[in-house]
């Protein structure tokens, strides 16, 4: 059974940093292309940073360039993102998605499996 377990999130103030998991079961998750989404109420679902397989190469939205990391750790099928100098418009459900693919999207569509999603708010 293929599944994604997103986990990290939590209540930090502006400022603070936060470190999301996604561990992967049932699939190895170095031969995926891994993207990292959030969705704000009322928005649509945003894609943030994403890592190609292909050449381990990362992308990230404007939003969060310089401030959020992403990384995979291939020896426990997890891929991680570090989020630092976090702020208050960053609130959001946060999911992690994989598609078997060596090249990265930020369509969500583009992504075969989904994790549930866990919750980051940040306070002011």
């Known amino acids: 059974d293929v599944q994604l377990q997103a986990s990290g999130g939590g209540l930090v103030q502006a400022g603070g940093s936060l470190r999301l998991s996604c561990a992967a079961s049932?699939?190895?998750?170095?031969?995926?292309?891994i993207g990292w989404f959030r969705q704000a109420p009322g928005k649509d679902r945003e894609a943030i940073a994403c890592?190609?397989?292909?050449?381990?190469?990362?992308h990230y939205a404007d939003s969060v360039k310089g401030r959020f990391t992403i990384s995979r750790d291939n020896a426990n099928n997890t891929v991680y993102l570090q989020m630092n100098s976090l702020k208050p418009e960053d609130t959001a459900v946060y999911y992690c998605?994989?598609?078997?693919?060596?090249?990265?999207?930020?369509?969500?569509?583009?992504?075969?499996?989904w994790g549930q999603g866990t919750l980051v708010t940040v306070s002011s």
């Open positions: 998605a994989a598609k078997y693919s060596t090249v990265v999207s930020r369509t969500p569509g583009f992504y075969d499996y």
């Open positions: 049932g699939f190895t998750l170095r031969d995926y292309a």
């Open positions: 890592i190609s397989i292909k050449d381990g190469r990362t």
